[in-house]
């Protein structure tokens, strides 16, 4: 049996640690495809037990009266960081972007989180995203890589 050297196992790991934060994101964002009504009584609660004053004045005075136009467009990139990982293109900016989504959404459900294990949940998310920005994920079995391999051999 053949061993497989350090390289070749680090690369199967972003590829796979790629496609697990893709299908991570393409889940959330499909749990608000067909409704979001689920979502505004989060957005109250949070609002409500939120330790941060500031945040609670964000929360209430911007964030909850236009709650429907942010959750859409909170399902829409979490859909699009979902799909860009998914075929590896533009893994390092999306690995970044999917990093402050996730730190935005700890921030935001800071206060109604009870569970110190959700919060460690949020973390884990944000520095899985940070990892895929850092380690150049797309390079391999992705758009990113077909097209650096394309571009070279110009």
Known sequence: MRKINASTRW???RVI???TMGFYWLYFSSQKWFSIEWVRPLLTEAAQTHPLSTMRVLLTEFVIPNWKIITETQTVLEAIIGILLLI???TKATGVLS???SFELLTIFMGSLDA???VGFYVLSAMTGLT???SDA???FG???FLSARSQNR
Do not use: E, K, N, S
């Open 132 to 134: 895929l920005a850092a």
């Open 88 to 90: 590896g293109f533009l």
């Open 143 to 145: 758009l990113d890589g």
């Open 116 to 118: 110190p294990v959700i």
């Open 11 to 13: 690369g199967i790991w």
């Open 99 to 101: 990093a402050l989504v």
């Open 17 to 19: 640690l790629r496609l």
């Open 138 to 140: 797309g390079r391999i």
